[in-house]
């Protein structure tokens, strides 16, 4: 990827961003944000349900518009 992918596996973004936990995903919230070089979230999205994610075309034309 041209691109850095982070993973959270200490929930310490997940934390930074306050993104709630809840009872009916068990914990586990798909959530996707795009950073850009200067900090500023440019694209965010979170789900209640595993199956609700972008799609790679939505995050791709996010992508293409950063610098």
């Given at each position: ?12 973004v ?23 070089r ?29 610098s």
């Amino acid at each position: 990827m041209p691109y850095a992918i982070l993973s959270d596996s200490d929930h310490a973004v997940f934390d930074a961003y306050d993104v709630a936990s809840r009872a009916m995903s068990l914990g586990q919230r798909p959530a996707l944000f795009v950073i850009d070089r200067a900090g500023i979230v440019r694209f965010d999205t979170v789900g209640t349900q595993q199956w609700q994610i972008p799609t790679n075309e939505q995050v791709l034309t996010v992508l293409s518009t950063l610098s």
